[in-house]
T-cell receptor, first 110, second 116 residues
Framework: RKEVEQDPGPFNVPEGATVAFNCTYS??????FFWYRQDCRKEPKLLMS???SGNEDGRFTAQLNRASQYISLLIRDSKLSDSATYLCVVMNSGYSTLTFGKGTMLLVSP | EPEVTQTPSHQVTQMGQEVILRCVPI?????FYWYRQILGQKVEFLVS????????KSEIFDDQFSVERPDGSNFTLKIRSTKLEDSAMYFC??????????????FGPGTRLTVT
């Protein structure tokens, strides 16, 4: 049973494209949700928290559907620097441990 | 901008040896964590630590592992007798709180542990 499942990728897109990542989680008691990005052999870096009402940060929009246990991330106007692996992360109840998905790799080409 | 730091960046050790991985969390953070990532796999939770004691640990965190906050700034992970399968990137993270506002976790750059 996979607790956090993401599109396997990789996604290859040209600069300027819009790309969407999907994620589902299995634990209905999960309380908080995040998107992190991870560059090759580097640490996960927090991209944004995901709120029930949905939230936007510049070119990035995150959505949460608790009923479907589904999280999404939309990147508009992709830049070369957006190339990375995007990690869907869920915080369960208890002592705030994070459960990570395997990640979806994004490759933005000129 | 405050950040989590970790030392060393790379540690090579022989099977059966003890290793200590060190972390300095962000200064006003109260919750500390260790995660690991085996090459090509997902990031996995090991242990969380608050108020000088373990809050939660995963099945991976067996008797070979221990954590300590020896002083006001360092947070360490000790592996008593390393195995080949302990080879991984070990990430330290910290958060200001455990839930509610400011619960977001920030990760250090990691220590790559290679057991030979």
């Amino acid at each position: 049973r996979k607790e956090v499942e993401q599109d396997p990728g990789p996604f290859n897109v040209p600069e300027g494209a819009t790309v969407a990542f999907n994620c589902t989680y299995s634990n209905s008691a999960s309380q908080s949700f995040f998107w992190y990005r991870q560059d090759c052999r580097k640490e996960p870096k927090l991209l944004m928290s995901v709120y029930s009402s949905g939230n936007e940060d510049g070119r990035f929009t995150a959505q949460l559907n608790r009923a479907s246990q589904y999280i999404s991330l939309l990147i508009r106007d992709s830049k070369l620097s957006d190339s990375a692996t995007y990690l869907c992360v869920v915080m369960n109840s208890g002592y705030s441990t994070l459960t990570f998905g395997k990640g979806t790799m994004l490759l933005v080409s000129p | 901008e405050p950040e989590v730091t970790q030392t060393p960046s790379h540690q090579v050790t022989q099977m059966g040896q003890e290793v200590i991985l060190r972390c300095v969390p962000i200064s006003n953070h109260l919750y500390f964590y260790w995660y690991r990532q085996i090459l090509g796999q997902k990031v996995e939770f090991l242990v969380s630590f608050y108020n000088n004691e373990i809050s939660e640990k995963s099945e991976i965190f067996d008797d070979q592992f221990s954590v300590e906050r020896p002083d006001g700034s360092n947070f360490t992970l000790k592996i008593r007798s390393t195995k080949l399968e302990d080879s991984a990137m070990y990430f330290c993270a910290s958060s200001e709180t455990g839930r509610g506002p400011s619960y977001e976790q920030y990760f250090g750059p990691g220590t790559r542990l290679t057991v030979t």
